[in-house]
């Protein structure tokens, strides 16, 4: 009994997450209200905020979808791959490929990442696993690599701080299928590869650890252990 009312209510719940995420992408996400959602679901109001309490909360499970998505993606497409630059590639573009219809709703969405406070901010405390979840995409695509300490800590954030910026390229770039952010995103790759050869060298240690201590004087840097718990497993 208890195992057939779970499914419902998994199934309840996945029909008010797809009939919002329809809602949003047709009309807009300020422009669809919880009553809204429920009617496309099929059901009354009370019933749809029992699963979802806000519209926020459709949000965070979208958040949660894309990031299992682009982990379980990229877990599959890296698997056996040795060229570091083609890894790389993989981690990058298949969150693009992820977001391709949702350009609309993540720009909408964009303007709360100014407000750490906001749920909905990249930024935020609310989305830190996301964020660490991202990360860990990044650490499994660098796989066994033989990094400095320092500097396979550093990687991962870099790499996850280089995608943030290439997503708002994307939501930006109105060029036939993002032709841009793919060119982007393949000469980003090229740097990447080419700066880690570098940035092993011992003459670059001090510049290094400079680096590291800056980051970690302002906490942006989260503990390895931290991302490396969130890898795909």
């Known amino acids: 009994m208890f195992k057939t009312i779970t499914a ?3 199934d309840t719940r996945r029909r008010i997450y797809d009939a919002a995420l329809t809602l949003f992408r047709e009309r807009g996400f300020d422009n669809t209200t919880m009553r809204d959602v429920a009617a496309a679901a099929g059901m009354s109001l009370g ?19 894309v990031s299992r998505d682009h982990r379980s993606r990229v877990a ?15 981690a990058f573009h298949s969150k693009l490929e992820i977001l391709r219809d949702d350009r609309p709703l993540m720009g909408a969405l964009l303007r709360f990442a100014g407000d750490p406070r906001h749920p909905l901010s990249f930024f935020g405390a609310s989305t830190r696993q996301h964020r660490l979840e991202s990360m860990g995409v990044f650490a499994f ?32 770039d109105e060029s036939a299928g993002q032709r841009r952010t793919a060119a982007l995103t393949a000469g980003a790759v090229d740097l990447i590869v080419a700066a880690l050869k570098l ?6 240690r001090p510049l290094r650890r400079r680096v590291l201590s800056l980051l970690d004087g302002a906490k942006l840097l ?12």
């Open 222 to 233: 989260p503990e390895l252990h931290d991302i490396q718990l969130a890898r795909p497993a």
């Open 76 to 90: 599959a497409e890296v698997a056996g791959e040795a060229r570091l630059g083609r890894r790389l590639s993989i």
């Open 141 to 172: 695509a660098l796989g066994d690599e033989r990094l400095p300490d320092d500097v396979a800590r550093l990687a991962p954030v870099a790499l996850w701080a280089l995608h943030m910026g290439l997503l708002l390229f994307f939501l930006h």
């Open 8 to 10: 419902k209510g998994e």
């Open 199 to 204: 940035y092993r060298l011992p003459l670059l």
């Open 47 to 65: 019933a749809a905020y029992h699963y979802f309490p806000s519209k926020d909360a459709i949000v965070l499970a979208y958040y949660d979808n």
